[in-house]
């Protein structure tokens, strides 16, 4: 489980995640520039630990390095809630809880992930498969060329021509 990023590394992540390319140390520098005073040295230093915590790959170019996401926002934020709820001594709750904090935005967001992701046992009933006609005792209908036996080399009905009909096995 992905240890939460601190506020600087979250900051570098965010415009690497929103810009979604390779992107340089210069790059990511310039633009943080525009909210706080740092360093080239600090924002490569940074980048070079997320690169070794696994966040993003990178490829040499020149003298420098272009750095890529590993993974998405979304699949960070979904392992950290993940891990936060998979520690709970009581999930139910946990859920019910968190639930509770939601803004309507977000419930409405995750009734919309939840028709998506529609597990098996929620999936919608289509109709339901009569039973085989043996099992409720029924005699089935043969059609034409079939082979209800499904053996091969038998004929219809289950005869073997390969064998004898008064069973004594001659």
Partial sequence: MPRPLGELEDSV?????KWNRPVTVREVLEDLQQ???????????????????????????????RYEAVSTRAA???ALMNDAWSQSDNPAAALVAFFGMMSEEQRHALRDAMRIVQ????APVVAETPAPPEASGEKREEK??????GNAGEKPGGENPASDRDGTGR
């Fill in 13 to 17: 992540m965010t415009r690497v995640w």
């Fill in 35 to 65: 909210e706080r005073s740092i360093a080239y040295t600090t924002v490569m230093t940074v980048l070079d630990n997320l690169h070794q915590k696994g966040w993003v790959r990178r490829e040499a170019e020149g003298r420098a390095y």
């Fill in 76 to 78: 960070y934020s979904a």
């Fill in 119 to 122: 597990w098996p046992e929620e």
């Fill in 144 to 149: 034409s060329g079939e082979n209800p036996a």
